[in-house]
């Protein structure tokens, strides 16, 4: 039978995190150049650092490159990695992986076709490389995560040039080394772009993204679930 799609719409005005009692800042850091830098992802990693993940205009080899930093309990920095080329690349998402390293997501244009692509990139501990794969059939890469089978769940966007111009939301599935199992594309008018997908119990996947053609935050949010089989929306 055909899953049917169903879609949640969250409108969101404004966002603020109160606590309950006076809290003192512990310590506070700055991480970075004389340029700009803007960090998208960050996780506290199991020896309690922390792995920030975004790009930076201040170093690197090209125009922006992606930024890997990991820190330790302090804040203090343990090592700094740039990642890319001479043109526009960016890291959208980080996430420690089971065997210590850190999978990582975002887009690329230094390298693939003439568009570039979805970049994956997997590092070890120290954040060197082991491997990378570029997706050219998408645009972004927005977020990732450890699939419980070891491989990993991938939500972005796919190009500008599709379904008349607009953004369609984007899921990759791949095995342990970034290989390619099935790819998912959500074509409709309420939601253009995924921002986080998570794996839920039922081995399916939640995704929620952007409602809209246009990258604009005061637009709704917009939350759908996935079928594992071949990525088909429930």
């Keep these: 039978m055909q899953n049917q799609f169903k879609l949640l719409v969250l409108t969101i005005t404004s966002i603020m995190f109160i606590s309950s009692s006076a809290q003192a800042i512990t310590w506070m850091k700055t991480y970075g150049g004389a340029q700009d830098e803007w960090c998208f992802s960050m ?78 990139i997997k590092t070890d501990d120290q954040g060197d490389t082991t491997w990378t794969r570029i997706y050219e059939f998408g645009q972004h890469g927005v977020c990732v995560q450890q699939t419980r089978d070891n491989g990993y769940i991938i939500a972005g966007t796919r190009g500008w040039s599709l379904n008349g111009g607009m953004l369609s939301l984007l899921l990759i599935k791949t095995d342990e080394t970034g290989d390619t199992l099935w790819t998912q594309n959500v074509y409709t008018p309420h939601v253009d772009a995924a921002f986080c997908v998570r794996q839920t119990h039922d081995d399916g996947y939640i995704v929620v993204g952007l409602k809209g053609s246009q990258w604009n935050p005061y637009q709704p949010l917009s939350n759908s679930k996935s079928l594992p089989e071949q990525g088909s929306v429930q």
Excluded at 99 to 118: A, H, K, L
């Design 43 to 120: 996780q506290q990693t199991t020896d309690s650092g922390f792995i920030l993940a975004g790009y930076t205009n201040s170093f690197g080899a090209g125009k922006d490159d992606g930024l890997l930093i990991k820190i330790n309990a302090n804040g203090d920095t343990l090592w700094t990695k740039t990642l890319g080329g001479d043109s526009w690349d960016a890291v959208l998402s980080v996430q420690q992986t089971n065997d210590g390293g850190f999978i990582i997501t975002g887009y690329t244009e230094s390298f693939g076709g003439q568009f570039g692509g979805v970049w994956l």
